[in-house]
């Protein structure tokens, strides 16, 4: 679907950059989970997101969760298309699903310290998972 929208546009420059590709300085070329809350695709929950901090001097990785599918979605790649404007465009907030403080804590914990089990991902009720194998697994 992608690509065949892309080859609708045939004279336009596009950059792409993927999720696994990484700078001269082992850094990510794109840090996705933060570009999925700015396009407001998904939402980037982190620490600062509690008002209440229960971990101190631990750190904790912040995680994106999308409302429709939770946990369950990969941010593959960035399409940029230099030289392409859109005045008028108005950027909007990603949907804030882990409403509550509790949820929110429960997300960065089951994320940081059990994210074996997969749990984080279904902290919101979720339409659809990966696979058919995996709905029926979980």
């Given amino acids: 679907?992608?690509?065949r929208r892309l080859l609708s546009f045939p004279a336009q420059k596009v950059e792409v950059s993927y999720?696994?590709?990484m700078l001269p300085s082992r850094r990510p070329r794109f840090l996705a989970q933060t570009a999925a809350h700015v396009a407001g695709a998904a939402y980037y929950y982190q620490r600062k997101d509690i008002t209440a901090d229960p971990w101190g001097n631990k750190k904790m990785y912040g995680?994106?969760?999308?409302?429709r599918y939770g946990g369950w979605f990969a941010i593959r790649a960035l399409l940029v298309f230099p030289g392409v404007g859109a005045e008028g465009l108005?950027?909007?907030d990603p949907p804030d699903c882990v409403p509550s403080q509790e949820l929110r804590i429960e997300l960065l914990e089951r994320?940081?310290?059990?994210?074996q089990d997969w749990s984080y991902r279904d902290i919101v009720p979720?339409?659809?998972?990966y696979s058919e194998e995996l709905n029926q697994v979980m």
């Fill in 63 to 67: 995680v994106c969760m999308h409302p």
């Fill in 90 to 92: 108005v950027q909007r």
């Fill in 126 to 129: 979720v339409e659809e998972r």
């Fill in 19 to 21: 999720d696994y590709e």
């Fill in 111 to 115: 994320f940081n310290l059990r994210w």
């Fill in 1 to 3: 679907m992608l690509l």
